[in-house]
């Protein structure tokens, strides 16, 4: 036998009882990953929920197969071609040039297996860019460290999100302040919030019920209350029958147009009547606006602002940080105002969503940190 003529090698039939065990494995996985419960760890509250689980549990099972036909192969042949007792140090391999029939096979079923991926994920991913009719059009905005939301005719930004079941939603997501990503597990859908661009997608949901919202990039020291969320800012999209969706829009929608009403042109301090100001009203107002960028600790014990203890009753304390004596009226010109100085900025009325009585709340209540 000439010496350069490829050896025929058989496969046998040991190789053969190999390939029906690892196929019976592949076929188990396989329909453990059709039947797997997800929605028993997350529901699916959206149609996207249910066409991204249906390309995972795609993708999974022919992961896994391939997995354990790739791992199978590797231990069965590193046992059968393993170096005998007795085979010479210098024993060489078998050597195997060109396969043409086998090379066709792994060309074309890779290719085609890439292809049908490749359709499924753009089918899903078209659904999820472009709009259809009649959608119901909601911002999300990423705040350090909360979300607000828009309305189409709701005045201002609100502090939850209520979704209709059934009504097709294109949701917007952007950022006031650092990059943030909008997470809604229950959706499967994820969107980085970026200031100044706007992320978007498309759904409709499917199944009521409230669900977390998780900020999923580092985006500052409260970074954790964008999953948690607080009272005044809870980090949940409700969704809801249409009937009761539509009587808490309609609510939200007068709330806001008074709310709105109450924010006048800003005054000058002096024509604000700071007495009789309710310090009460006042600490709910700061839990709300304020404690996400203040403690009530010493002026020293910084959040994104200084600590407020004392701002009013401090000797050691005789300015505000823009230099004014520590008067109410001078707090309240900051509140007004807002300030940028070394430490940052301090957002003004309209940024803070105050009204001319939050203001006056908001310096009674200060003046009661001693
Ligand atoms: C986004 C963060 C942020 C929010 C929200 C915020 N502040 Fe500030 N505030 C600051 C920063 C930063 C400063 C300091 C500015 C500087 O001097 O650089 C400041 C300064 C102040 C000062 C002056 C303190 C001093 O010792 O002179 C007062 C008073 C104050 N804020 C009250 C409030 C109140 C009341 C609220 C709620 C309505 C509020 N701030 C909301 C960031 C914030
Ligand atoms: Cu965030």
């Given at each position: ?30 329909l ?35 997995f ?15 170096r ?59 705040h ?38 909008f ?34 990039e ?85 959040i ?32 007004e ?18 009204s ?15």
């Amino acid at each position: 036998m000439p010496e350069n003529r490829d050896p025929v090698v058989h496969l046998d039939r040991q190789f053969w009882i190999v390939t029906a065990v690892l196929a019976v494995l592949a076929l188990i996985s396989i329909l453990w990953w059709v039947w797997a419960p997800i929605t028993s760890i997350m529901p699916e509250a959206v149609d996207k929920a249910q066409q991204i689980d249906a390309l995972f549990r795609f993708l999974a099972a022919s992961g896994t197969a391939l997995f354990i036909f790739v791992c199978g192969y590797i231990v069965y042949f590193s046992l059968a071609f393993r170096r005998h007792a007795g085979t010479p140090d210098d024993a060489v391999g078998i050597q195997i040039h060109d396969n043409n029939k086998l090379e066709t096979w792994w060309t074309i079923v890779p290719t085609v297996f890439v292809v049908i991926m490749a359709i499924f994920s753009l089918r899903i991913w078209y659904g999820i860019e472009v709009a259809p009719n009649n959608t119901l059009v909601v911002e999300a905005i990423g705040h350090q460290w909360y979300y607000t939301f828009r309305y189409p005719n709701v005045n201002g930004e609100i502090s939850e999100m209520h979704l209709p079941l059934g009504q097709p939603v294109t949701l917007h997501v952007t950022s006031s302040d650092v990059i943030h990503s909008f997470w809604i597990p229950a959706m499967r859908l994820k969107a980085d919030m970026v200031p100044g661009l706007i992320n978007t997608f498309e759904f409709t949901p499917t199944r009521p019920g409230k669900y977390e919202i998780i900020c999923t990039e580092f985006c500052g020291t409260l970074h954790g209350e964008m999953h948690s969320g607080t009272t005044q800012n809870p980090a949940y999209v409700y969704i809801d029958q249409p009937a009761t969706y539509a009587a808490w829009y309609a609510r939200t929608e007068r709330q806001q147009i008074h709310a709105s009403n109450a924010i006048a042109a800003p005054v000058s301090p002096n024509q604000l009547k700071l007495n009789g100001g309710d310090p009460k009203a006042g600490a709910k107002l700061f839990a709300a606006k304020c404690s996400a960028c203040h403690a009530i600790g010493p002026f020293d014990q910084r959040i994104v602002g200084p600590g407020l203890r004392g701002v009013l009753n401090d000797p050691a304390h005789p300015q505000l940080v823009d230099g004014d004596k520590a008067t109410p009226e001078n707090v309240a010109k900051i509140l007004e105002n807002g300030f940028k100085g070394s430490i940052g900025q301090m957002p003004n009325q309209a940024a803070n969503g105050l009204s001319n009585k939050d203001i006056v709340n908001l310096v009674a209540y200060l003046k009661t940190l001693k």
